[in-house]
């Protein structure tokens, strides 16, 4: 196994692109480290699966290279990369039964035939299709040909990495919970890098180490759940990742002032006057609700929704509206109340980017 190096690599399907607007992929310097769990999240059409199918070979990209370890592979294709892929739908052989189905990935390597039937029974024993191993692929349902699939993905020993891309999405729920944690168990008992591709935060910050979140064709940023949570790098991140997401307000910043609306707000860093789309973000978790007297910021109550484990209360600050997070027990009026930010939360944004200002 290997660290995989995708290095300045980008991808338009298009012939001669003329703007950056033209690549699926914009240009992107990462190295996946050797065993590590990956997430990459973003919404449908964001170039998840453009980079997963990079990453195997399915696709050649326009720029850049691949390495695995030093070893340069761009040109390789995907059966000599030794990648197990698993697509979004099922890709099995219906006339196989479901330890066919398992053992072909062997075969088709030659393993020796007791290596293959020890793994097919491990993988299945892993699955829960040991009681199907003899029944037809044809006969089964959507999701367990799905499960069929992942077994296929995992039945190998000897692979560089395994990509799942969306891999769980015709599978029920419950299922899903249950797969993802055998996956996440499987990645901490074998080691292999595993990539998985999902649109959902919930899937992603469960499996993964390490997020690799998407928007737009470019990767904005790279981190563990928690750094994603407490510094997002753009206001993407902030919003995609939280529920609900990160307040984006539109503001005014000049030195250690934040001005949103009329109301100021106090940096703990000095910024400068700053130019351009100029964005102050804070997730509803480090906002406070007090009584009127004990701020010198305003907000209108709109509306309280009890969630469970704490509420959400809708508020009008001048234009904007936010979202703040009230613990279960404390009572919030609708009306108008004081609101503070906790500065060591309170981040700025220039055109979508955090910036860092000085001490
Ligand atoms: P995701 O997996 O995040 O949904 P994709 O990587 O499939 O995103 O697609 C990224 C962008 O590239 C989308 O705008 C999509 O329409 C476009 N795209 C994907 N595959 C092709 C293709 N074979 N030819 C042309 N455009 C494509
Ligand atoms: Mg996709």
């Known amino acids: 196994m290997a660290a995989i190096h995708l ?14 607007a033209d690549f699926a992929l914009k240009q992107l310097d990462h190295v996946w480290e050797d065993g590590g769990a990956y997430a990459l999240l973003g919404p449908s059409g964001c170039g998840k699966t453009t980079l997963l199918n990079i990453i195997s070979g399915l696709l050649k990209p326009s720029e850049g290279c691949v390495l695995f370890g030093e070893e340069d592979v761009t040109e390789t294709d995907t059966s000599q990369r030794n990648i197990a892929q698993v697509f979004q739908f099922p890709v099995i052989y219906d006339t196989m039964t479901v330890r066919e189905n398992l053992a072909f990935p062997l075969r088709n390597r030659g393993v020796p035939v007791k290596e293959i039937i020890k793994r097919v029974d491990e993988v299945a024993g892993m699955l829960g299709l040991g009681d199907q191993l003899d029944n037809r692929a044809s006969g089964l349902s959507a999701d367990m040909k799905q499960i069929i ?18 891999p769980l999405t015709v599978i029920d729920p419950h299922m899903k919970w249950v797969l993802r944690t055998k996956l996440k168990e499987l990645h901490r008992q074998f080691g292999f890098t595993m990539v998985y591709v999902t649109h959902d935060q ?3 910050l469960t499996f993964a180490d390490k997020v690799v979140v998407m928007h737009d ?23 995609f990742i939280g529920s609900p997401g990160m307040n984006v307000l539109p503001a005014k910043v000049d030195g250690n002032d934040a001005v949103i609306d009329t109301m100021t707000i106090k940096l ?84 979508s980017r955090l910036i860092e200002g000085v001490s």
């Open 268 to 351: 703990t860093q000095s910024y400068g006057a700053l130019s351009g789309d100029v964005e102050i973000g804070i997730r509803p978790e480090f906002l406070k609700l007090v009584p009127a007297d004990k701020s010198d910021i305003h907000v209108h109550i709109n509306s309280i929704e009890d969630v469970g484990r704490h509420k959400i209360a809708r508020c009008q600050l001048g234009e904007q509206t936010l979202a703040v997070v009230v613990p279960e027990n404390e009572h919030v009026p609708i009306g108008t109340m004081g609101i503070k930010f906790d500065p060591a939360h309170t981040h700025v944004y220039q055109n």
């Open 7 to 20: 290095k300045n690599v980008a991808h338009s399907y298009i012939e001669s692109p003329k703007s950056q």
């Open 217 to 239: 064709g470019e990767v904005v940023q790279i981190g563990t759940p928690e750094e994603l949570f407490a510094k997002p790098a753009h206001t993407f991140v902030g919003y």
């Open 149 to 166: 699939s992942l077994g296929r993905g995992l039945v190998r020993s000897d692979v560089n990495a395994i990509l799942f891309d969306e």
């Open 202 to 204: 919930t899937e992603a």
